[in-house]
């Protein structure tokens, strides 16, 4: 009597399992992914309504928004060992509480404003800094002043760029959230104080935070954002030491914007170009992809008054 012969699987019914396996994997791998960045929104949403209530209770304990320039210990300031010196007025400079980009160095060396951390300095002016305490700890780090963050174990930056180093707050991809301020919302272009529309594929020309030349402003100029009187008190706007930081922008790119794009570097917006809805500030996050100007990935509490945009061709 002959032994009975096994069958084994076919080259097809392999190539059947094996496409079957391959699917069931891109399917997990999707699904998890989603499932991830899904956390990570949530996450940041969470964090976002932290900060919203400290908006509002410095609105309703101090009657108004954060001042436009927040002073701060000046980045430039240097000393020996791991702690600043016993501060001084001239320890200190004002920066502009913008979402945007400082361009004082020149595009090569564009850096981002910690406009977050600018706000929890204002707080901590106006004895609210405890008004934080339900953010998470684990979002809380430090950020020099060339938009770096730091290891909370170091010692204070070595590089600190115009900016001082602070304390920000990250979203759930490790990015600080961004703080929109009335004084500095929409675009903030030199194209923007005329009027006009800027070319398909520029990033639009920077101007002045503050009028800088002394007296008034000259009638019809556009290269500047505030009036000399938005100043903060005893910081004078001529002085390049009170205003480390002179040159911004704050930008909206589009689609057509990235296809025909002619600035340096990569086409990454300065900002998502909102507008505040009743001049209360708003917090938001650039998302996964960290481009600001995107606007689908970003994550918001508060929906703000979109930019209308019309690049001139």
């Known amino acids: ?64 928004v954060p001042p436009a320039f927040v002073p701060a210990f000046a980045a430039q300031v240097s000393f020996n060992g791991s702690e600043p010196p016993q501060p001084t007025r001239e320890s200190f400079a004002a920066y502009p509480l913008l979402d945007g980009v400082d361009l004082t160095n020149g595009e090569e060396d564009r850096a981002r404003i910690n406009s977050i951390g600018l706000f929890m300095q204002a707080l901590d002016e106006a004895g609210l800094g405890e008004t934080l305490a339900s953010v998470p700890a684990e979002s809380l780090t430090r950020w020099d002043g060339d938009a770096d ?27 600080p959230l961004r703080f929109v301020h009335p004084s500095w919302d929409g675009p903030v272009t030199e194209e923007d104080n005329m009027g006009n529309a800027r070319a398909v594929g520029s990033p639009g020309t920077p101007v002045d935070a503050i009028w800088s030349q002394g007296g008034a402003p000259a009638p019809g100029a556009t290269n500047y954002w505030l009036e000399p009187g938005r100043a903060p008190l005893g910081y004078d706007p001529t002085v390049p030491a009170d205003f480390p930081i002179m040159t911004v922008r704050r930008n909206f790119l ?31 996050s650039a998302g996964e992809d960290g481009d600001p100007s995107t606007l689908k990935g970003n994550v918001y509490t508060t929906e703000p008054r979109r930019p209308v945009v019309a690049p001139a061709n």
Do not use: C, H, K
Request: proline share 3%; glycine share 14%.
């Open 149 to 175: 963050l730091v290891n909370e174990t170091a010692s204070f930056s070595g590089d600190p760029g115009n900016q001082p180093e602070m304390r920000t707050i990250l979203d759930g991809w490790g990015r």
């Open 1 to 64: 009597m002959g032994r009975e012969r096994t069958r084994g699987f076919t080259l097809i019914e392999l190539l059947v399992v094996i496409a079957i396996i391959s699917l069931l994997i891109t399917i997990v791998t999707t699904v998890g992914a989603a499932a991830l960045a899904g956390g990570r929104a949530r996450q940041t949403q969470d964090t976002i309504r932290a900060v919203d209530a400290a908006v509002t209770t410095y609105l309703n304990d101090v009657g108004t």
């Open 254 to 284: 589009t689609d057509q914007d990235r296809e025909a794009w002619a600035g340096t570097g990569e086409p990454i917006g300065d900002s998502d170009g909102g507008y505040t809805i009743g001049n209360v500030p708003y917090i938001y």
